[in-house]
């Protein structure tokens, strides 16, 4: 079997779906979340206003209905009609749905039904009508949808967006805090604080998935001003902050005074595998106690 992947016959066919896609499609790709890569000679291939935000364009090269339009080629340059308008789901506190941009590719759904089992939205209606859409057509916040982003990783174009639209200055590629099951992650970065987390495609626990903790509880936690920075030691009733050695220091020399069954460890689950490995180690081994169970029990 011989299979053609490029040929001019080929190509119209995909000029002409792709315009159709693009009919249907908003000319704003300078305020969507997945914006525009300029054309040749800064031209924009979408036909909106070449701007001064196009040289900053910090999300270039990202939208795939872009990369589409590069490699085949659009020859109606006039394929924005007038769009019907759609609804946009902003109900979800991590990411919006705005069907005027969905190209109806169902890549969402099929990530919610085959990679993460939920079946929380289906391609709803035919024709025209189709849209994404949850059971009985609620609100994502209303429905099963469990928040873990996944879809949103995946959607092609600016419809699955998440809220944060703050670009990292760097990533900082670290293990999840949340769980034993210990997610490898990337942290987006931007002056000194965490503005976006991906998943680590090469992370062997997960093969860049993240649940809703992983993904999006990550950064409101490390970035809170409430967070505790230091090691605190209560003296004379008053919790005052102190330096590592002299809280290590403290634990080892209060620890010491007690051994066997006069001891009890409780381990925790946002500790890693083997962090919590560590610690029956230190209950066993070093205070001579069997006293250790670990928080997911509860
Ligand atoms: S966020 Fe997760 S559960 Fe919700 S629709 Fe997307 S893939 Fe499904
Ligand atoms: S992945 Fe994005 S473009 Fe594709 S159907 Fe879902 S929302 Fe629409
Ligand atoms: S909380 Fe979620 S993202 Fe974090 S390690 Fe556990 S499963 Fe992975």
Not at 5 to 11: F, G, H, K, V
Not at 193 to 203: C, H, L
Not at 271 to 278: H, I, Q, S
Request: hydrophobic share 35%.
């Amino acid at each position: 079997m011989k299979v053609t992947t490029r040929s001019a016959t080929l190509d119209d066919v995909r000029r002409t779906t792709l315009e159709l896609i693009l009919s249907q499609h908003p000319c704003e790709c300078l305020v969507c979340h997945r914006r525009v890569r300029c054309g040749p000679d800064d031209i924009c291939l979408r036909q909106v206003q070449v701007t001064d935000r196009c040289v900053t364009c910090p999300s270039a090269d990202i939208c795939e209905l872009q990369e589409v339009v590069d490699y085949i080629g659009v020859e109606n340059l006039n394929v924005c009609a007038s769009p019907v308008p759609r609804d946009v789901d902003t109900s979800n506190p991590f990411f919006d749905l705005d069907r005027n941009r969905c190209i109806l590719c169902a890549r969402c759904v099929r990530t919610c039904t085959e990679v993460t089992g939920i079946q929380a939205i289906s391609l709803a209606n035919r024709g025209f009508d189709m849209k994404v859409a949850t059971f009985q057509d609620a609100d994502l916040m209303d429905s099963i949808c469990k928040s873990c982003g996944e879809c949103v990783v995946r959607c092609p174009v600016g419809a699955l967006t998440p809220k944060e639209t703050a670009r990292p200055e760097r990533e900082v590629r670290t293990t999840c805090t949340y769980c034993g099951v210990g997610c490898s992650m990337y942290l987006g970065v931007k002056d000194g604080r965490i503005t976006g987390v991906r998943g680590d495609r090469e992370g062997g626990a997960n093969h860049g998935r993240l649940c809703v903790k992983g993904r999006y509880g990550i950064a409101e936690f490390v970035n809170h001003e409430d967070r505790l920075r230091k090691p605190l030691i209560r003296k004379d009733g008053v919790l005052v902050e102190v330096g590592w050695d002299e809280a290590l220091d403290y634990v080892a020399a209060n620890l010491k005074k007690y051994s066997g069954d006069e001891l009890a460890f409780i381990s925790s689950a946002k500790a890693t595998n083997e962090d919590n490995y560590v610690m029956q180690k230190l209950a066993r081994g070093v205070m001579g106690t069997n006293n250790i169970d670990h928080c997911a029990r509860l």
